[in-house]
């Protein structure tokens, strides 16, 4: 059983950055599929980036970086020039197969969640 915790969610005025840091115990993010997805109110939740061993597979939005740090077992989520139209919930997703490379941008393809974290931005 993995879990995850999000952090570094906050407030931003348009234009600024915020970094989330998503830390895994139970289990090693090296070789797994790691995915950053977001859900504003009243929309579906959509996939934001993910990768697999290091590797991106999917990167919805350019001015988002995801990355790893093996020896923090955590990804983080890089997020720049922000607008008020970034306003979500942000999860992180993991999951213990590769399989995610077929479709990384499906949430079904993963089977482990985080929380989430509010990120809220302001024009």
């Known amino acids: 059983q993995v879990t995850l915790v999000e952090t570094g969610g906050g407030s931003a005025q348009a234009g600024g950055s915020l970094r989330l840091s998503c830390v895994a115990s139970?289990?090693?993010?090296?070789?797994?599929?790691m995915a950053w997805f977001r859900q504003a109110p009243g929309k579906e939740r959509e996939a934001v980036a993910a990768?697999?061993?290091?590797t991106l597979l999917d990167s919805a939005k350019g001015r988002f970086i995801i990355s790893q740090e093996i020896p923090k077992n955590r990804i983080t989520l890089q997020m720049n020039n922000l607008e008020p139209e970034d306003t979500a919930v942000y999860y992180c997703?993991?999951?213990?197969?590769?399989?995610?490379?077929?479709?990384?941008?499906?949430?079904?393809?993963?089977?482990?969640w985080g929380q989430g974290t509010q990120v809220t931005v302001s024009s």
């Open positions: 139970g289990g090693s993010i090296s070789h797994r599929c």
């Open positions: 997703a993991a999951d213990p197969t590769p399989d995610c490379w077929k479709a990384p941008g499906d949430s079904k393809m993963y089977q482990f």
């Open positions: 990768m697999l061993g290091g």
